[in-house]
């Protein structure tokens, strides 16, 4: 059994000072991680100064993971600057490339239920997350930035359980197959509503799908909507257009 003497020489200076420098580097790697809705807050004040104050839920940027994404092109520089300008984000400077004179910011709700936000390169660099509520929709939706009035539009109509049933329906649609199809579209949200576009689905003739392959297709849907644990919660629709063939899942 180690006497008081022995943990004296075993934790020398030389050893102390170690173990506070690594604990001196894993708080400063946490702090970096643990970025939530105070610090989302700021980012959002970062957009505004950057001239970012009203735009659209970017559906062609958007991730596969992601379910309401928002992308912002800008000069490296000037969020640099910006960034220094906040106590909260300046300590994330460093993430900003200096051999890049352009750089991405981003926000959004993920598939899984979080909310994400950061900088985007070539891959996305999270600066923070929090786990989507009613309780935070509630406080985005009652946010006064400029740059929120976007995304407050998308939510205002939304529940908690909508935007987790949404998030699961993108995730599981992959596995649907309309059947063969030159092309699909990226999946938007409207409202209460995700839409999937598909084009090529089927034989046309004068604009128009076949009939019989329309009605065949929608069965299939039916039938795999219901076999899904969200299949009750929805109401499916099915318009070809232009070639096109949109499946729309609406929230009850």
Request: proline share 3%.
């Given at each position: 059994m180690k006497t008081y003497s022995d943990f004296k020489t075993d934790y020398t200076q030389?050893?102390?000072?170690?173990?506070?420098?690594?604990?001196?580097?894993?708080?400063a790697e946490a702090a970096l991680s643990v970025a939530g809705k105070g610090i989302f807050s700021s980012f959002l004040k970062c957009l505004t100064a950057l001239g970012q104050k009203e735009s659209k839920p970017d559906v062609e940027k958007c991730p596969e993971h992601f379910l309401l994404y928002y992308h912002y092109d800008l000069i490296a520089d000037d969020v640099r600057q910006i960034?220094?300008?906040?106590?909260?984000?300046?300590?994330?400077?460093?993430?900003i490339e200096y051999d890049k004179n352009e750089i991405s910011l981003y926000f959004g709700i993920k598939c899984d239920g979080n909310f994400e936000y950061g900088v985007a390169y070539d891959n996305l660099i999270p600066i923070g997350q929090f786990k989507i509520t009613k309780s935070v929709i509630n406080w985005i939706v009652k946010l006064e930035s400029k740059s929120a009035q976007s995304l407050k539009r998308e939510l205002v109509n939304l529940s908690f359980d909508n935007i987790i049933t949404m998030g699961i329906i993108k995730t599981?649609?992959?596995?649907?197959?309309?059947?063969?199809?030159e092309k699909e579209s990226k999946p938007m949200i409207a409202d209460k509503v995700i839409s999937f576009g598909y084009y090529g689905v089927g034989r046309w003739e004068n604009g128009k799908i076949d009939e019989a392959e329309l009605m065949t297709i929608k069965n299939n849907l039916n039938k795999w909507v219901l076999s899904r644990r969200w299949g009750k919660k929805v109401l499916i629709n099915v318009k070809p257009e232009s070639f096109w063939l949109f499946i729309n899942i609406k929230m009850k």
């Open positions: 030389e050893n102390l000072s170690l173990i506070i420098e690594e604990l001196v580097e894993q708080a960034f220094a300008r906040f106590k909260s984000l300046v300590r994330y400077e460093s993430i599981e649609m992959k596995q649907f197959k309309p059947g063969y199809f």
